[in-house]
């Protein structure tokens, strides 16, 4: 049997601008994402918007319920900074209430919750002066963070940073999926390097005070294999491996840039504009623990020298013949990507303590799966836990330090442009009428959580 080590975390993760809803109430500005939906909504899956999401903000007391009735002893999300702290100097007390309300909540459930300060959803004033460009905006989140630690520090004991950096980076300043949608590699440097000082002053702050419990990040590791063991496939998934994961990971668990990273900003000809006391500031503030998103491995090759992409110069995605997918979001399935991590935090990044907070299976039109009884039948998404526990159980069999297990996740959720397209929860959220529905995973869920052993598939 496969026994998970005592006092293993079991819940999910979501965040607030993807479950809370109550988007222009409760006292709550303007996010990166309500501008964008007002702006141009046809971007958006169904033009669903994020006014209403899945309704955390009216339904928290009974979801806090039916985690609990799931099995779960952890949960975590985000708090909003657009709702905490509006115009950036006054703090809004019904938000202060509410968060409250829900940490208590959980806490008196038996339910661990784990908090994080940025989910992608930027306040709004701050975009306008320019977002992660700016250096100002890490001054904005210091302040941020110190308003959190000090309002909800007595009921929180694990806070997090970040959720997947390297995310809005991407997909904002080297695609056009979040805001600004420019292509511009200088500025995604720039826009990368404030966001991890960001992270670094929160840091500072929480432990300069001496806040009770600890504090991390959560970044989405995605192992990157060659396609080969020639040199060059070699290289290739080095450099994606550099950039995608150990761009963030060494710094904040080691205090340190890569030096490859190094290499590539100098070859690029990348301008980094940082001040004087940075680079100590980071060697001096690693987290305490590291929060791993595992959906998908990176298969690549030798990159294109004529390619008008500079990142396709140094490595380029393959398919891989053998490879196990999810066809609805045409990602691929491979669990041992999972254990590779485990043993990659173990063997490179001295068996820091870490946990897996998001590893799930979005699958779009799920009421076919329906039975008669009107429950969803998501076996495939019982598999795909099931296999990747196992390969994760392997890992901590072998000695890296993996203290917990987060499904991505509790109940449907809105997904940036994405909408409900979808549906990765345990649980139905039914859009029509906001009524919840467990689905069958739910309830494996509850066995393996309450039970701290892989139970059979059922």
Not at 324 to 347: C, Q, S
Not at 426 to 455: C, H, I, M
Request: net charge negative.
């Amino acid at each position: 049997m496969m026994k998970f080590p005592d006092g293993f975390l079991w819940g999910a993760a979501s965040s607030g601008p993807q479950m809370e809803g109550a988007g222009s109430s409760g006292g709550k500005a303007q996010n990166v994402w309500d501008y964008w939906f007002q702006k141009e909504s046809v971007r958006f899956f169904q033009q669903i918007g994020p006014e209403e999401t899945s309704g955390f903000y009216a339904h928290y007391k009974e979801d806090i319920d039916t985690m609990k009735q799931t099995g779960f002893n952890s949960f975590r999300t985000s708090i909003s900074w657009a709702r905490l702290l509006p115009d950036g100097i006054q703090v809004n007390e019904e938000a202060v209430a509410f968060y409250r309300d829900v940490f208590k909540r959980l806490d008196e459930s038996g339910i661990k919750p784990i908090v994080n300060l940025f989910h992608f959803d930027m306040p709004f004033r701050l975009y306008e002066k320019g977002g992660w460009d700016n250096r100002e905006v890490v001054d904005e989140f210091e302040f941020y963070a110190k308003v959190a630690f000090e309002r909800f520090g007595d009921l929180v004991e694990e806070w997090v940073t970040f959720n997947e950096p390297i995310v809005p980076i991407e997909m904002g300043y080297l695609n056009d999926k979040h805001l600004p949608g420019v292509f511009d590699l200088n500025r995604a440097f720039q826009a990368g390097y404030h966001t991890l000082m960001a992270h670094v002053k929160a840091v500072r702050a929480f432990k300069d005070r001496n806040h009770r419990g600890k504090i991390g990040i959560i970044l989405n590791l995605t192992p990157s294999y060659p396609r080969s063991d020639t040199p060059k496939d070699l290289e290739a998934a080095m450099w994606a491996d550099v950039l995608y994961n150990r761009s963030f990971l060494d710094p904040v668990v080691k205090g340190e840039f890569p030096e490859e990273l190094l290499s590539f900003i100098e070859q690029e000809h990348i301008h980094v504009r940082y001040f004087p006391g940075d680079f100590q500031l980071l060697k001096d503030s690693p987290v305490d623990f590291l929060g791993v998103n595992y959906y998908q491995p990176r298969r690549v090759q030798a990159g294109a020298p004529a390619s008008t992409n500079t990142l396709d110069h140094y490595f380029e995605p393959y398919q891989w013949d053998g490879a196990k997918m999810n066809p609805h979001r045409g990602w691929e399935i491979y669990e041992k990507g999972m254990y590779d991590i485990a043993l990659t935090i173990r063997d490179q990044y001295g068996n820091i303590p870490w946990y897996i907070a998001e590893n799930g299976m979005g699958v779009e039109g799920e009421s076919r799966f329906r039975d008669s009884s009107g429950m969803i039948q998501d076996s495939y998404r019982i598999e795909f836990m099931s296999n990747h526990l196992k390969w994760l159980h392997k890992g901590i069999e072998e000695g890296s330090n993996c203290y917990g297990y987060h499904v991505w996740t509790f109940i449907d959720n809105w997904s940036w442009l994405n909408e409900y397209k979808n549906r990765y929860g345990l649980v139905e959220l039914d859009l029509k009428t906001g009524r919840r529905y467990k689905k069958k995973s739910a309830g494996w869920f509850k066995a393996l959580a309450e039970s701290n052993q892989l139970p059979d598939l059922g």
